[in-house]
């Protein structure tokens, strides 16, 4: 898989440049000159702080980080029905199928392009968007949504992709219970 190279080649390149700031950092001249007792405590209580820093962003990522991607982490609401749903993007075109639901079902849009990237992006019926992800030749996303109103929603395409980009759309239904 192309994404397991990339992350192997990034963790690399990441690794390489850690160890040239350790090494810089640990052949540098820290030394201070003699500013008095107050100075000296102030150093030392940055250093308190920056590991307290330290502990909470790491606590913050731990905690948030864990549930991306939002949507496609969503549980559907209990009693749902989830219907697995095709979206593919071509230029210019958005295939979905199927392209009829009802409120209350959860849609899984199983997203991917047959040519280059597209941005699948879901508007409500007041065209307020409310779920998007990208369209990537030879990958597919998952995203999932559940219809909270009846009415036509619509696909359009959020990542330019040629002349016709702004014609890319299609619409779904969406009947009432
Ligand atoms: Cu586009």
């Not at 540098?28 to 107050?38: E, K, M």
């Not at 219809?147 to 359009?156: C, E, I, N």
Request: glycine share 8%; hydrophobic share 50%.
């Amino acid at each position: 898989m192309i994404q397991d190279v990339v992350w192997g080649v990034s963790i690399v390149l990441m690794g390489s440049l850690a160890l040239v700031f350790a090494w810089v950092a640990a052949g540098a001249d820290i030394s201070l000159p003699d500013y008095g007792p107050a100075i000296a405590s102030a150093y030392r209580l940055r250093g308190w702080l920056f590991a307290a820093a330290v502990i909470v962003l790491i606590a913050a990522n731990w905690r948030t980080l864990a549930e991306l991607p939002y949507v496609s982490a969503a549980t559907p609401a209990p009693g749902a029905t989830v219907v697995p749903v095709d979206a593919v993007g071509e230029q210019w075109d958005w295939m979905v199928t199927p392209n009829a639901f009802k409120v209350g079902q959860t849609a899984e849009f199983h997203v991917s392009s047959k040519d280059v990237n597209h941005g699948f992006a879901l508007y409500d019926p007041g065209m307020r968007i409310v779920a998007q992800v990208q369209a990537m030749p030879g990958y597919t996303n998952i995203l999932r949504y559940t219809f909270t109103q009846p009415g036509t929603y619509h696909v359009l395409c959020l990542e330019y992709c040629g002349v016709n980009h702004h014609n890319m759309k299609t619409d779904i239904d969406v009947a009432a219970q």
